[in-house]
């Protein structure tokens, strides 16, 4: 996750604190260790959802998928969890608000200080559900779109998705739940990302993160339908303009990237030409920060318990937390994958293994790169920089 809003324009945001360290005053000199640092977990507490996204990575349907975990188990997970001190749970589906239990798991969490955050499509956002978001405390409430009206309502498979979507989005807004969109990339939805920032300015909303497509689930399908390189470099400089836009009206808009770190490279590039005087202080961050995360800084758990490097690596497991606490499992290297995410850098081939500029992006996201080639260790297709720009 590439935070643009503070790279961009040198300003705070809210979510610095998880993904720079809680004082942003006094960072080290060096990234955390994987013994050091604890992942963001996003768990996929049910399966179910209401709506059949053609990009869904967890190919979801609107029916019961027996075996997930049940309260309890999820309360011991949560306990695991706090005990570990990752920094926050992101409840995930499916549609978590399909679950019966999500507000007690969400308050659990929360009691025991771990920062609970909810993923979903908005559509069964009412009032009331804001309300109770609210009252318990939940940090912040991502709602998925895919586009405008049209390209939405194709993509989530439900003509009047996108305006209980919007509706959901008003209603977080009116109860006081900070609120943000959830928007990734591809070739149907493309032309309409001017139309998904101004919405921000239009409807008033603090926070969106642009996804990249990865290619898994049903959106292994997609591979096809991903934007190509120029595309891409086109996109991310209408995501960069938009942010200072904002900054520059003094609209506080968080905006950021997520699942291409070529971005950070990118950002950086365009920082050490055009504000050569903050390029030392942005390189700072970036390395701080280390680029791609899975099997480090992000962690999955699915509806079933099964442990993932990230929520889109659901054909390799780790292990389950019925069996053992996740964070043993976390921590355990003996398993060839985990300890190659925890120290890749010696494993990477092609153009990864050559960049100049590998400690800001860590090789970028291996799952897709095992989508494509069949080699987990390859380059990641979606890099679009040159080779005369990473220095190879």
């Not at 705070?12 to 260790?33: N, V």
């Amino acid at each position: 996750m590439l935070g643009v809003t503070k790279l961009l324009c040198g300003i705070t945001t809210p979510s610095d604190a998880l993904r720079y360290g809680r004082d942003l005053s006094r960072l080290p000199s060096e990234p955390l260790s994987y013994k050091e640092k604890r992942p963001i977990v996003v768990w996929n507490m049910i399966r179910r959802c209401n709506l059949k996204c053609i990009h869904c990575y967890s190919e979801s349907k609107d029916r019961d998928y027996p075996g997930e975990l049940t309260t309890e188990e999820g309360k011991e997970l949560i306990e695991d969890l706090a005990n570990f001190n990752v920094p926050s749970i992101l409840f995930s589906g499916g549609e978590p608000l399909i679950r019966k239990d999500l507000f007690e798991l969400a308050r659990f969490a929360i009691e025991r200080g771990v920062r609970a955050v909810i993923s979903t499509n908005g559509t069964l956002i009412t009032p009331s559900v804001a309300r109770e978001i609210k009252e318990i405390g939940v940090s912040y409430v991502g709602i998925s779109l895919d586009g405008l009206e049209g390209t939405n309502d194709r993509f989530r498979g439900k003509k009047g998705a996108f305006k209980e979507a919007l509706r959901g989005i008003r209603h977080c807004s009116d109860a006081g739940v900070k609120v943000g969109l959830r928007f990734t990339l591809n070739s149907y939805n493309y032309n309409d990302l001017p139309a998904i920032l101004d919405l921000l300015e239009n409807e008033n909303i603090p926070r969106c993160c642009v996804y990249h497509l990865v290619y898994s689930g049903r959106g292994s399908k997609l591979i096809k339908a991903d934007i190509s390189h120029e595309e891409t470099r086109h996109a991310v400089d209408i995501i960069f303009d938009k942010t200072k836009y904002f900054h520059s009206r003094g609209m506080t808009k968080e905006i950021l990237t997520v699942d291409n770190h070529t971005n950070a490279v990118y950002l950086y590039l365009k920082i050490k030409k055009e504000q050569p005087e903050r390029a030392e202080e942005v390189l700072r961050l970036l390395r701080w920060n280390g680029g791609a995360s899975s099997g480090i800084g992000i962690a999955n758990v699915d509806n079933l318990g099964n442990v993932h490097a990230n929520q889109f690596w659901k054909h390799y497991s780790f292990g389950n937390v019925k069996e053992r606490r996740f964070s043993e499992i976390w921590m355990d290297i003996s398993d060839p994958l985990m300890a190659g995410l925890k120290d890749r850098k010696g494993l990477l081939k092609g153009r990864c293994s050559r960049c100049k500029y590998l400690d800001i992006c860590n090789g970028n996201f291996r799952v897709r790169a095992e989508a494509v080639t069949g080699d987990v260790w390859e380059s990641d297709p979606a890099c679009y920089l040159t080779d005369e720009e990473i220095g190879i």
